[in-house]
T-cell receptor
Framework: AQKVTQAQTEISVVEKEDVTLDCVYE???????LFWYKQPPSGELVFLIR??????QNEISGRYSWNFQKSTSSFNFTITASQVVDSAVYFC????????????FGAGTRLTVKP | DTAVSQTPKYLVTQMGNDKSIKCEQN?????MYWYKQDSKKFLKIMFS???????INETVPNRFSPKSPDKAHLNLHINSLELGDSAVYFC????????????FGQGTRLTVV
């Protein structure tokens, strides 16, 4: 089965710092889909981005950017000029093309942004 | 209008009881899931359904039984509750399995005492 590793359990930064959350994945499939979700202290899970394995273009959305590199099996997430409201647990997830009803999550990275 | 709604939001019950959590999605999605989030925030898939058909059934005790009366609903029934069942349970739906993003309900915090 596919596997997602988020090695950073917790990260703490001061407001306005840039921070990168790492995600490394393992899959035997050539077709797969990667996702990032945010879970703020209120507890809901909020979808941030989806990428398929054929689209290695990096993405920028405001202060958020994502770097997808198949060569290193990584899909890292950078927050530029972090804000206190970015404090949350961030999850990376992966589903494989051949069994695509099975979305697996990494263990999550807890980001704390201090004022 | 809430896209994925689950009830109840909080559930406190005694060991040995049977309880159900209901989930409904109004997005017209074909796939629905149940995930369990433990105290360390780890999200583990339990079940996935596609058009009312069970697709994924992870290593979950058979005290947990999902039921999908139609593709908009996926309920979770738990028999003989144990202390270790305490967790947050999330229902989710997606348009096309794992190809598309999943939308999550607000979660049900189950506490077994």
């Amino acid at each position: 089965a596919q596997k997602v590793t988020q090695a950073q359990t917790e990260i703490s930064v001061v407001e306005k710092e840039d921070v990168t959350l790492d995600c490394v994945y393992e899959t035997r499939d050539t077709t797969y889909y990667l996702f990032w979700y945010k879970q703020p202290p209120s507890g809901e899970l909020v979808f941030l981005i989806r990428r398929n394995s054929f689209d290695e273009q990096n993405e920028i959305s405001g202060r958020y950017s994502w770097n997808f590199q198949k060569s290193t099996s990584s899909f890292n997430f950078t927050i530029t000029a972090s804000q206190v409201v970015d404090s949350a647990v961030y999850f990376c997830a992966l589903s494989e093309g051949y069994n695509n009803n099975d979305m697996r999550f990494g263990a999550g990275t807890r980001l704390t942004v201090k004022p | 209008d809430t896209a994925v709604s689950q009830t109840p939001k909080y559930l406190v019950t005694q060991m040995g009881n049977d309880k159900s959590i209901k989930c409904e999605q109004n997005l017209g999605h074909d796939t629905m899931y149940w995930y369990k989030q433990d105290s360390k925030k780890f999200l583990k898939i339990m079940f996935s359904y596609n058009n009312k058909e069970l697709i994924i059934n992870e290593t979950v005790p058979n005290r947990f039984s999902p039921k999908s009366p139609d593709k908009a609903h996926l309920n979770l029934h738990i028999n003989s509750l144990e202390l270790g069942d305490s967790a947050v349970y999330f229902c989710a739906s997606s348009q096309e399995g794992g190809i598309t993003e999943a939308f999550f309900g607000q979660g049900t915090r189950l506490t077994v005492v």
